[in-house]
């Protein structure tokens, strides 16, 4: 099978993770490493007997490259992806897809109309939980209310990273991966409220403790609450979901989840069939776009999900 070259920009944890996925793929053949750190850059590219380019845009213009894997702080991804796309190269980005809205839409209009892939690292796409949520949801009636509360402990190894907002934005954007699950079962808002407390916010953006919370209203109906609170007192993360629907309750509760109707409680049933990775994903629709266009709709929901954190600024 034809091999699909493609180039890693960014040389942190992410980019480690990929290159890990992507190395035990016999059909991907990785061209170069771009980073603006020198020393971690070339340190990875060597791991990976790959040549290392210190500045993204001379590795997106190269002609030996398919596709780019954007693995950068969150503050360049748009910039990156659209600077791919115009370059005429499929486009794999972490997550969120933007830090600017009119970015993330320039870059679906713009792979629609060059036929190109354009991934965001949600891992819904390639989960049995998402899906069997997703169908358990479409049984149980319309939506009244979901709930999402997250508490993050202490700042961890790279704490610039999550409490920067210039570097990654509100918390809300941060988490863009709390959001992007449940824009895809119940789409779009029509009203985002937004709370933000800092503790100890700096004037390089920099804080201790945060509280971020939205509110949202769907174009369906139902209303969506986020909560997040950061660097807080608690020993471990702890995350709380539930789904209130009018035929019933959908919840995470003791780290399984449960739906309750008023004839009882049921576990609810996740299939073990195999998934591909998201990288593997991301290849197989490489392929098919030199037949059809792309389907785009999981991209279309990476930026209704930005919409809503970018309403939080
Ligand atoms: N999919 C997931 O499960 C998942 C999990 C964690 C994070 N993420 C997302 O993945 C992204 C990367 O996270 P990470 O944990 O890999 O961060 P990281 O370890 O700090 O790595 C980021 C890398 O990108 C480089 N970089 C940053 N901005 C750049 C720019 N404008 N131009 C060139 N290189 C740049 C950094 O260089 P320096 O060393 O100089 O900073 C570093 O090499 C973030 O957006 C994060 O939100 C996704």
């Known amino acids: 099978m034809t091999k699909i070259k493609i180039g ?8 480690r993770h990929h290159l890990t996925r992507f190395s035990t793929m016999e059909t991907a053949d990785l061209i170069a490493i771009a980073s603006r750190n020198e020393q971690t850059g070339t340190q990875l590219a060597k791991e990976h007997k790959t040549a290392f380019i210190p500045e993204w845009n001379r590795l997106i213009e190269r002609e030996d490259i398919d596709g780019v894997v954007i693995c ?5 991804h748009g910039e990156i992806a659209l600077a791919a796309l115009q370059a005429d190269k499929h486009v794999f980005v972490e ?33 049995n939980t998402h899906k069997a949520l997703k169908q358990r949801i479409a049984e149980l009636g ?3 209310l979901t709930s999402f509360v997250r508490l993050t402990p202490g700042r961890g190894a790279r704490p610039e990273i999550l409490f920067n907002l210039p570097v990654s934005g509100t918390p809300a954007h941060f988490f863009i991966y709390h959001i992007y699950p449940i824009v895809d079962f119940f789409g779009g808002a029509t009203s985002v409220k ?3 407390v800092y ?37 471990a993360a702890e995350e709380h979901e539930r789904y209130v629907l009018t035929e019933g309750t959908i ?18 049933s996740i299939p073990d069939s195999p998934q591909p990775t998201l990288q593997e994903l991301w290849f197989s629709e490489i392929r098919d776009a030199a037949d059809h266009p792309p389907n785009l709709e999981d991209a279309a929901v990476a930026l209704e999900a930005i919409r809503i954190s970018l309403a939080s600024d």
């Open 72 to 76: 950068t702080h969150n503050d360049s």
């Open 199 to 235: 503790e100890g916010l700096r004037e390089n953006g920099q804080y201790d403790r945060f509280v971020n919370t939205l509110t949202v209203e769907f174009k369906r109906g139902g209303i969506g609450q986020w909560t997040w609170a950061g660097g807080v007192a608690i020993n």
């Open 251 to 268: 919840s995470d509760a003791s780290g399984d989840w449960h739906s309750t109707t008023l004839s009882g409680v049921t576990p609810l």
């Open 95 to 127: 997550y969120p897809l933007a830090s600017d809205i009119s970015e993330g839409e320039s870059a679906l209009r713009l792979a629609e109309k060059q036929g190109l892939v354009l991934r965001v690292s949600h891992p819904e796409a390639v989960s």
């Open 8 to 15: 890693i920009i960014g040389s942190g944890g992410m980019a």
């Open 142 to 144: 319309d939506l009244l």
């Open 194 to 196: 937004k709370n933000a």
